[in-house]
């Protein structure tokens, strides 16, 4: 198992007035959940700068949330979560897209946020497909936002770094039970913050990302798709099924290339 003196710095990005992230990641907020699929669109013909990890339109996290009924609070902890370093939240002006409950909680969001450096809205009339002229302001912002940013890693104390643990109440598997408690213990040794969920990650990933969280561990034997915007890394059903002390070191070694920028999380992006 990786030991608490390799285990107590990661890699990351220091952050104006906010902690440090492991990633460089723009986020697009759809305003209306109706224009996914175009700012999906203007996201293909975007190039994002070498500095910047990964540009992603939040369709799926975007609609989960349409769903749930803590709007405003999910999409401001989201927006301030520090693997972000750049927010555009694109849409129509409520009335034109659509006002629904999501929509008005990103309005209020964005006027809370005027002045805050890593966001910015881009309110057009989308009555028509997008021409060249928003394609070239949807490019200009996302530049300006990727340019206020810090475009190197440093090395950062493990304290600096909250990170999600769900697990599912329902886990059967005695192997699952008795693996995660022994790497729970690890991660608080190496100084990281740590939220738990005693829920599916899929219930509660968004959730734990709202509230800071830059890398979630699921804990639980569902296959199901997670609308989240952070990593999510997990253990394989033949990890899980090696000696426990094997598996604790899988998932840890998993978890410090995840902090640094790594490759092993499983991050659906637009990248």
Request: hydrophobic letters at 45%.
């Amino acid at each position: 198992m990786p030991n608490s003196v390799s285990s107590n710095k990661f890699m990351g990005f220091r952050r104006e007035g906010r902690p440090p992230g492991i990633r460089n990641d723009l986020w697009v907020f759809p305003i209306q959940p109706s224009l996914c699929a175009v700012l999906r669109d203007l996201r293909a013909g975007y190039h994002k700068p070498y500095w910047i990890d990964s540009v992603s339109v939040l369709d799926e996290a975007c609609l989960a949330i349409a769903r749930s009924g803590d709007d405003a609070d999910i999409i401001m902890g989201l927006a301030a979560n520090p693997a972000v370093c750049g927010v555009l939240f694109a849409g129509c002006l409520p009335g034109r897209g659509g006002d629904d409950p999501y929509t008005r909680a990103i309005m209020r969001w964005i006027s809370a946020a005027r002045d805050d450096s890593h966001t910015r809205s881009m309110i057009m009339d989308w009555s028509e497909p997008p021409g060249e002229g928003a394609v070239n302001l949807f490019g200009v912002i996302l530049d300006g936002l990727a340019a206020g940013t810090t475009r190197t890693r440093v090395s950062l104390d493990m304290s600096n770094l909250r990170v999600g643990i769900a697990v599912d109440p329902a886990i059967r598997d005695a192997r699952l039970k008795s693996i995660m408690p022994g790497f729970s213990g690890w991660l608080e040794l190496t100084g990281a913050r740590v939220s738990y969920s005693c829920r599916p990650a899929s219930e509660c990933a968004l959730e734990l990302a709202s509230a800071g969280a830059q890398i979630i561990i699921r804990a639980d034997e569902r296959e199901d798709a997670i609308p989240c915007t952070v990593p999510v890394i997990a253990l394989s059903p033949s990890e899980i099924a090696l000696a426990p002390k094997m598996a604790i070191s899988i998932l840890a070694a998993r978890f410090l290339e995840t902090a640094s920028g790594g490759v092993y999380a499983n991050l659906k992006s637009n990248a």
